[in-house]
Each structure stands twice: as C-alpha cells, then as structure tokens.
C-alpha cells in the first residue's frame, strides 16, 4: 500500500526558507518520478518541481533559482527546499509519485499517488 506524508508547512514571513519532507511508504523513491505540487484557494493546481527516475529535475518559472527539489533515496524521503518565500508561494502543497514515467513532468494528470498535504502560508 503506497502512502506519502508531507510536513515541514508552517506560517513565515517574506523573505523566509522552509523545507518541506515528503515520506513514503510501500515503495521506494528510487523507481518512481516524484514531484511537488500546489493549490492557493480559488488557483488551479500548479505544479512546482518534479524529478525523475534519472535525478534529472524540472521547476517552475515562478520558483526557479528559490525552490529544489531532492531525494534522499536512504530513507525513502523527497524534500522541497523553499527559499526567499513571498506572499504568492501560500499555498497547500502536496508530493505525488508515479512508477516509470518517460520523463520528469509537472503535470498534475501524470501522477497516480498523492499525499494529503501541508500548508504553507507566507506573511508580508
């Protein structure tokens, strides 16, 4: 059974860092893409960065050269690292994972397993 818990959400103010941890479970990171999703209310669902089975990683243009993404394949762990937070990155953010994509992709309909996320709010 594959689960993904994400944590690491919290309140901070523009300017701040946070990293946030998605742990699975019933797999191992090493045979899937992954990928970092989010959802303001009211805003589709963007995606935010993904990497593939290769490690070959895909961001963003609005979080490019702020936020990466990685994997520590020791303990099943994929991280976003987030830094110089500004109001427009609030939003829930959620992992996904799919078996055997062709390439990294930051289509949310290219992914098979979610987590149920974490909040990231961030103040001005």
């Known amino acids: 059974h594959v689960q993904l818990v994400e944590s690491g959400g919290k309140t901070v103010q523009t300017g701040g860092s946070l990293r946030l941890s998605c742990q699975a479970s019933?797999?191992?990171?090493?045979?899937?893409?992954l990928a970092w999703f989010r959802q303001a209310p009211g805003k589709a669902r963007e995606g935010v960065a993904g990497?593939?089975?290769?490690?070959?990683?895909a961001a963003a243009d609005s979080v490019k050269g702020r936020f990466t993404i990685s994997v520590d394949n020791t303990d099943n762990t994929l991280y976003l690292q987030m830094n110089d937070l500004r109001p427009e990155d609030t939003a829930m953010y959620r992992c996904?994972?799919?078996?055997?994509?062709?390439?990294?992709?930051?289509?949310?309909?290219?992914?098979?397993?979610w987590g149920h996320g974490t909040q990231v709010t961030v103040s001005s």
């Open positions: 996904a994972a799919v078996r055997a994509c062709p390439t990294v992709s930051l289509q949310p309909n290219m992914y098979y397993y």
């Open positions: 019933g797999y191992h990171h090493s045979a899937y893409c």
């Open positions: 990497i593939g089975t290769n490690g070959v990683a």
